[in-house]
């Protein structure tokens, strides 16, 4: 855990990253330079450089230090369920990629099942693609759906990575979506591996589901993992 002097000199150096006194992919003050300053141990600055590493603002080479990392523009993304997150994407102008990377099923889970209406017997799958703007990997969406309504998804969802385009191909044209939770957490070991993102990036979890209108029947309920550092979100009714 870090101790009052490294927390001092993370924010320090976090101000003048955001004020722009470090330029991108150039080199930042050394070890020895910052510890001269700080009249610290050695290792109090290298565990500021450890944090702010982790956190995904500078990388380190061997034998030559530390840099300011190249910061991707953030893309505005409205949070909303009337649209999939690839219109959404295309309509910006984008290159967005999708891999279907499972498809299972889960076990009884009582907030999903409430959502789609579901006894305790009834059977989920739950589908997980991973969505990748400019070749970096940036959400992570997981679909359940429930085998009463889709009869063939555990076939069909491996290799689905369009759910909106299913939802059409099975008749369903229009959609809205209920109350949404958001929540925010650390990266697990396996999400920091699928996502590519440092420890320390938080990410921001939606929580929903997917109704269909007019039929007024619940399609789906929807987990999205998005990386924080990727996106400006707005929440709107559009």
């Known amino acids: 855990m870090a101790d009052e002097v490294e927390l001092m ?88 990629e999708t891999k279907n990377i499972s498809c299972e099923k889960i076990a009884y889970h009582p907030r999903i099942y409430k959502t789609l209406q579901l006894s305790e017997d009834a059977e989920v799958f739950k589908i997980s693609r991973l969505r990748l703007l400019e070749g970096r990997p940036i959400a992570l969406h997981s679909s359940y759906l429930a085998k009463s309504t889709f009869p063939h998804i555990e076939q069909e ?12 191909k099975m008749g369903f044209t229009e959609f809205t979506s209920g109350e949404s939770l958001l929540s925010i957490s650390f ?16 990410l921001l979890i939606v929580e929903s589901n997917c109704i269909a209108v007019p039929q007024d029947k619940v399609l789906e309920y929807t987990k999205i993992i998005y ?5 400006n979100y707005f929440i709107t009714t559009k």
Do not use: W
């Open 9 to 96: 000199i993370v924010d320090d150096l976090m101000e003048a990253i955001v004020q722009g006194k470090f330029k991108k992919n150039k080199r930042l003050p050394s070890e020895t330079e910052l510890t001269d300053y700080y009249k610290v141990p050695r290792i109090k600055v290298r565990n500021a450089f450890l944090k702010l590493e982790e956190m995904g603002y500078i990388y380190s080479k061997q034998g030559k230090g530390r840099f300011l990392k190249d910061k991707h523009q953030q893309v505005e993304l409205h949070l909303t369920g009337s649209t999939s997150f690839t219109e959404k994407m295309l309509n910006a102008g984008l290159t967005l």
């Open 187 to 202: 990266p697990t070991r396996e999400e920091r591996t699928i996502l590519e993102c440092p420890v320390l990036v938080p």
């Open 227 to 231: 990386r924080s550092d990727s996106f």
């Open 157 to 168: 969802g491996k290799e689905l990575k369009s759910i909106f385009s299913y939802y059409r």
